[in-house]
């Protein structure tokens, strides 16, 4: 059994107008997806902005009332208050967002914000409370004088670290990652996923890690799905999305990684257009005619692909030849 299952999760948001505000219409925001996560890994979510990854986190948070499918935790359907109530399901599973300027009160401070978790948790002294908020500051790099100080007062590095030590505070099992760094320059990035990695190693943390760039997920990610108006349309391990992409869309996002190395970029520039090309001219073969990806299919026993299943057959085949 996986610490999460999810199972053809549909999360479709009412869209109401007129004077009666009826519900009209809907935007099927996820459009049933299925995926596991195992007890300790990283998992990657990744695709453009609007594909509906920070709706399946906060589905997984329990934040958003699904349409339809199962969310299994330890086997039983999170989907539903009452099994969230009774597994104390809100210790467990914590979320770091991208935001951290918002996401952190500007009020508070930082000994408030992360003491908070702990103050609706567990039921601590003064003094034990005190030490743990040390403690974890200490985990991700923090001097003790940034208790007294206000989140504005840090940088986004920094302030993306405090809301780090806020997720771990409770020592959940689980953390929703929703585009941990997206707001940081390249350098920083990777302070806070080293903080991150290191964090996971220390208390078994899983993580599923959200990223709309598939850079940003490489050094981070086992597993990976990409997803694309709602739907997954390539699952695989690391290997299988970064040197056998078979997707269309994935062949995009991977073009897409900026490139870092200036004597790179003309080359790398060339073969985005390349890969923009192919989209432009066999967009039809990847989409069904309402221009929706197709289910997914196996072509090993770790690598999906959303094709009809000759078609993911035979470039499975033309890859291996290449490779070969
Ligand atoms: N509360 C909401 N009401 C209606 N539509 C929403 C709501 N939240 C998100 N959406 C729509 O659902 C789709 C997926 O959004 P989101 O999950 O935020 O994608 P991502 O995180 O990948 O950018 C988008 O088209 C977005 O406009
Ligand atoms: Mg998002």
Redesign the pocket.
């Given at each position: 059994m996986s610490l999460v299952e999810i199972k053809d999760l549909k999360v479709h948001?009412p869209?109401r107008s007129g004077f009666w505000n009826r519900v009209t219409d809907e935007?099927p925001?996820?459009d049933g997806i299925t995926f596991n996560i195992e007890a300790g890994e990283t998992y990657g979510l990744v695709?453009?902005?609007?594909?509906?990854?920070?709706?399946?986190g906060k589905s997984v948070v329990g934040l958003e009332k699904v349409t339809s499918g199962s969310i299994l935790y330890n086997g039983q359907d999170i989907t539903k208050k009452e099994n969230r109530r009774k597994l104390d399901y809100n210790h467990d599973v914590q979320m770091i967002f991208q935001d951290s300027l918002s996401s952190l009160n500007p009020r508070k401070r930082i000994e408030d914000i992360i003491a908070e978790p702990l103050r609706n948790f567990e039921h601590l002294s003064k003094e034990d409370e005190k030490l743990r908020v040390l403690q974890l500051l200490d985990i991700v790099g923090l001097d003790a004088d940034a208790l007294y100080k206000y989140p504005h007062q840090f940088s986004g590095g920094q302030r993306q670290r405090i809301g780090v030590a806020r997720a771990v505070a409770t020592n959940p099992k689980l953390i929703i990652a929703d585009e941990p760094v997206s707001a940081l320059d390249l350098s920083v990035q990777a302070q806070v996923l080293n903080f991150m990695k290191k964090i996971q190693r220390e208390f078994g943390i899983s993580y599923l890690f959200?990223s709309h760039d598939l850079g940003v997920v490489r050094h981070m990610c086992n597993n990976i799905a990409i997803?694309n108006r709602?739907r997954l349309v390539e699952i695989g391990t690391r290997d299988d999305i970064y040197n056998h992409p078979l997707h269309i869309y994935t062949k995009r996002l991977l073009a897409a990684i900026p490139e870092t190395n200036v004597n790179q970029r003309a080359a790398h520039r060339a073969s985005r257009l390349a890969v923009e090309e192919v989209y432009r001219e066999q967009q039809d073969k990847y989409y069904d005619s309402e221009g929706k990806a197709y289910p997914l299919v196996a072509v090993s026993p770790t690598h999906q692909v959303a094709l009809p299943e000759a078609i993911a057959k035979q470039l499975a085949q033309q890859e291996s030849e290449v490779q070969a």
């Open positions: 948001y869209i935007v925001a996820v695709g453009e902005s609007g594909s509906g990854k920070s709706t399946t959200i997803m709602g």
